[in-house]
């Protein structure tokens, strides 16, 4: 699933910045604060969301995250499959929260996972306004007992690996700090 080479010779015309962590590492805000930075004060960001609420736990989770944002600073998106085609749609800062999510619903559908990566690097690769991708770094951590999990934490891996050789900036993010681990950010 890494970047095919045309994506990843292909730069990016605007920055394109991939935001890795843990869960409650701070990841969030610092993606949203970096997004905003991109517009203009009256200007809504783009937040493109791809959870699914699949328990009334999860739902109140969303629920609380878009009445965080507000409606003024954030039109929000729903993509939770088809990322890429709802990223190409779109001409404004855009925030994507979050790949792993992402992943995860790929895998519940069964979809091809290595193509819909590169379909998304492709995507990403020809944008022409900025945009900030969330991600949870799951590769730290011990070997999981099972399959499923061995085979998320892999496809999490490449395609953070795919991104991250396209994007213009990554910033790991732990303790609410940002690292820069490429470009100017942090």
């Not at 994506?7 to 610092?30: C, D, E, M, Q, T």
């Not at 619903?105 to 991708?133: D, Q, Y």
């Not at 900036?169 to 681990?181: E, I, M, T, W, Y």
Request: charge should be positive; charged fraction near 25%.
């Amino acid at each position: 699933m890494v970047a095919d080479k045309a994506a990843r010779k292909a730069r990016p015309h605007h920055p394109l910045i991939l935001v890795l962590g843990g869960a409650r590492s701070g990841k969030s805000r610092y993606a949203e604060a970096r997004t905003r930075a991109f517009c203009a004060a009256a200007t809504q960001a783009i937040y493109v969301a791809t959870a699914q609420a699949h328990d009334r736990e999860m739902a109140r989770r969303i629920a609380l995250h878009k009445k965080q944002r507000g409606k003024k600073r954030w039109r929000t998106l729903e993509a939770p499959i088809e990322l890429a085609q709802t990223l190409a749609a779109q001409t404004q800062p855009t925030l994507v929260d979050c790949l792993t999510l992402w992943l995860t619903n790929l895998m519940l559908a069964e979809r091809p996972i290595a193509a819909a990566a590169k379909e998304l690097c492709r995507t990403l690769a020809k944008r022409r306004a900025p945009i900030v991708l969330v991600a949870n770094e799951v590769g730290l951590g011990i070997v999981p007992d099972n399959k499923m999990a061995r085979d998320f934490r892999d496809h999490a891996g490449r395609l953070h690996q795919a991104i991250g050789a396209i994007a213009t900036d990554v910033v790991f993010v732990a303790a609410g700090l940002p690292l820069a681990l490429k470009g100017k950010s942090a």
